[in-house]
């Protein structure tokens, strides 16, 4: 076993994602059984939440930052993932979250396109990938409910198979959502929202391949611990957020254009040029260093 298979073992962090991803799976079952359609920003806040309770009481190698004073039906609940691979080597995940309706659909996926905005958000996501060399996903909220003689078989990129409520929290490419968000109606009168069979499961991985899969040989661009830290200095500690939330009296002015303080930081400079301004930040540090 190499010291790096082992730093994913020990950091628990592998096991985390796959317990996230089911638990999603069966709150959305619960939900579309009885006609209920989830928010994309819940379901964020709930999985931070947890990645914040295993740091908290198993492994303390997770840092979460949100931002404060935001409007959710605006600026949604995508996410930056930052992952340690080598020592202070950081990949780069852009993460736009979507939730699977209870008509089987995806709903979202052109939200934020309009005559003053002429771009999707699978454009910004492009753009982002070719100008910093992150990797941008769409990440899938997804629950189906199945019969107990329902057969599935797949394996993910990192060569280990997996049952279906893995697909809880499940990754996209870009490309596949601009094509399946693009497409129309035979007689090309309107927009055919995908199904989850449309993207499911040939289509997507799930999401614990961003931390289970061996990260210090990827090919996209690693970024330094310092860059990480001071991108975006509107980034706060999740709870001081929801403290905030909870009306406890906290008040800090966001500006949603790019922080200035940062006009240096990679990151940012290339957050700014694509029009990608996150509500999330996750940080995940390899257990080697506790």
Not at 88 to 101: D, S
Not at 156 to 176: A, F, H, K, M, W
Request: proline share 2%; charged share 25%.
């Amino acid at each position: 076993m190499t010291e790096t298979e082992q730093n994913l073992i020990d950091s628990g962090r592998c096991n985390l994602f796959q317990n996230i991803a089911t638990e999603v799976w069966k709150r959305i079952i619960r939900a579309h059984d009885v006609g209920v359609n989830l928010r994309e920003e819940g379901i964020t806040y709930d999985i931070l939440v947890d990645i914040l309770q295993f740091s908290k009481y198993y492994s303390g190698n997770f840092d979460v930052f949100a931002k404060s004073g935001y409007d959710e039906n605006v600026y949604g609940s995508d996410m930056d993932v930052f992952v340690e691979t080598s020592k202070n080597q950081y990949r780069w995940f852009a993460l736009q979250a979507k939730i699977l309706k209870s008509n089987n659909r995806y709903d979202t996926l052109r939200d934020g396109y309009s005559a003053n905005n002429r771009s999707y958000q699978w454009d910004k996501l492009k753009l982002l990938e070719g100008v910093s060399g992150c990797k941008a996903f769409y990440l899938l909220y997804n629950g189906k409910e199945r019969a107990q003689d329902f057969d599935f078989t797949e394996t993910d990129n990192c060569n280990r198979p997996y049952t279906e409520d893995q697909l809880g929290c499940s990754l996209v490419s870009v490309s596949i959502i601009e094509k399946l968000g693009l497409r129309r109606n035979p007689g090309n009168t309107q927009f055919k929202n995908p199904t989850y069979e449309d993207i499911h499961p040939h289509n997507s991985e799930p999401w614990r391949t961003l931390v289970c899969c061996m990260l210090d040989k990827a090919k996209e661009t690693l970024y330094a611990r310092e860059e990480v830290e001071s991108y975006n200095s509107k980034f706060i500690p999740i709870e001081v957020v929801s403290k905030e939330i909870l009306g406890e009296g906290l008040q800090i002015d966001i500006d949603f254009k790019s922080d200035s303080e940062n006009s240096n930081n990679s990151i940012s400079i290339a957050s700014k040029e694509a029009g990608w301004n996150p509500t999330f930040k996750l940080v995940i540090n390899r257990s080697d260093k506790l």
